[in-house]
């Protein structure tokens, strides 16, 4: 009997590997608009990132502006799917600069995508930015999406080159969002804690060191954080969880009554709160 269990013990470690990275794997949605289909010039680029790697993306840049945006898309997302609320504030008068992660929208592949890949994007593409078009980096704000938005949050916790972050629909803790993935699997506990410590030691790091309601008690500059009241993929209490552990007095929650995780229609009806946010914290000129 002990015999049997260890055997299927062991088949069931191995498989572990395979599983986590097939079901945790992101889909791809390429880019098939542009800005001009909003009538903006921009200028298509390619970002070098980590590894090697190649970053898509698209620089909207503003008369005289020296604030510039940098906008990160959600899981299995796209730098277009973030069109709707960028255009806004492009329009207001911002630089924007979208870009792809890493195995996502037109971006070169990688081995996986995480968080902290997410996180490593960004950095770079705040990099590129200072380094090419340093008159449109006088200041730099990030608005990050669902995991783009943790990305964000744990990118401003450790560089000072961000002058304010907007995260939408950040969730609190990878850990929950892992366990909670695995749930309706019915997989014991034991198995699920297994399966949370590998995807630690895949991406390189413990889940309480990237979780954003751990990464925002690091970070100095101004927060707003946004949240749909009917987001069935992470509940409205995460972001409460995150505003809890905001040290700085300049953190503040925007509840979007009815909008889902993606519902970026019913955010855009509020752009007028996140320019006062920007025009208070990083101004466009």
């Known amino acids: 009997m002990f ?11 191995a498989l ?11 889909p791809r949605t390429r880019e098939t608009g542009s800005p001009a289909d909003y009538g903006l010039a921009f200028e298509e680029l390619s970002i070098p990132t980590v590894r090697g790697r190649q970053l898509f993306g698209w620089l909207l840049p503003a008369p005289a502006a020296t604030c510039t945006i940098v906008v990160l898309h959600g899981w299995g997302s796209n730098a277009e799917l973030m069109l709707p609320l960028a255009v806004p504030l492009r329009r207001a008068g911002f630089n924007l600069l979208l870009c792809d992660s890493r195995s996502h929208g037109r971006s070169d592949a990688d081995s996986f995508s995480s968080l902290p890949r997410f996180a490593e994007d960004l950095g770079m593409a705040i990099l590129w930015l200072k380094a090419q078009h340093p008159h449109l980096a006088d200041r730099i704000a990030v608005l990050g999406h669902s995991v783009g938005a943790g990305a964000a949050l744990f990118e401003a916790s450790r560089n000072a080159d961000i002058a304010a972050v907007i995260s939408i629909a950040a969730f609190a803790d990878p850990a929950q969002v892992t366990a909670g993935y695995l749930r309706p699997l019915h997989f014991p506990r034991l198995l699920i804690r297994l399966v949370c410590r590998y995807v630690e030691w895949v991406i390189g790091y413990r889940f309480a060191a990237i979780a954003p309601m751990n990464t925002v008690r690091s970070i100095a500059c101004p927060i707003l954080l946004v949240h749909g009241t009917a987001d069935r993929t992470v ?3 995460d972001a409460h969880l995150i505003l809890t552990n905001c040290p700085a ?3 503040r929650l925007l509840e979007i009554d009815g909008a889902g995780h993606d519902s970026v229609d019913r955010i855009e009806q509020h752009v007028g709160e996140l ?3 920007l025009e208070q914290h990083c101004p466009a000129r």
Not at 3 to 13: H, N, P, Q, V, W
Not at 16 to 25: N, T
């Open 275 to 277: 320019l006062g946010f």
């Open 249 to 251: 007095p300049h953190a």
């Open 3 to 13: 015999a049997t269990f260890s055997i299927i013990f062991a088949i069931t470690l």
């Open 16 to 26: 572990i590997p395979a599983g986590v990275h097939l079901g945790f794997r992101a």
């Open 235 to 237: 509940a409205v209490d």
